[in-house]
């Protein structure tokens, strides 16, 4: 999703394990979790396994 996005959003990973503060920080328990971020500020969120589809529907719609 990185390329089809690129220059619209910025798309990145952390590894909890190695981060355990930003688990920490934004409340994250189960793995995966997708948080999109505008503003500085968390939108949306995704816990657990979801189709390509439906993050590409929350992400264009908070583009």
Do not use: C, H, W
């Not at 979790?33 to 396994?49: M, R, W």
């Amino acid at each position: 999703m990185s390329s089809e996005y690129e220059g619209k959003a910025v798309i990145g990973k952390v590894n909890v394990d190695n981060n355990p503060g930003v688990s920490a920080k934004f409340g994250i328990r189960n793995i995966p979790t997708i948080l999109f971020v505008k503003g500085g500020e968390i939108a949306d969120k995704s816990v657990g396994a979801v189709p390509k589809a439906q993050l590409t529907s929350k992400l264009d719609a908070l583009l």
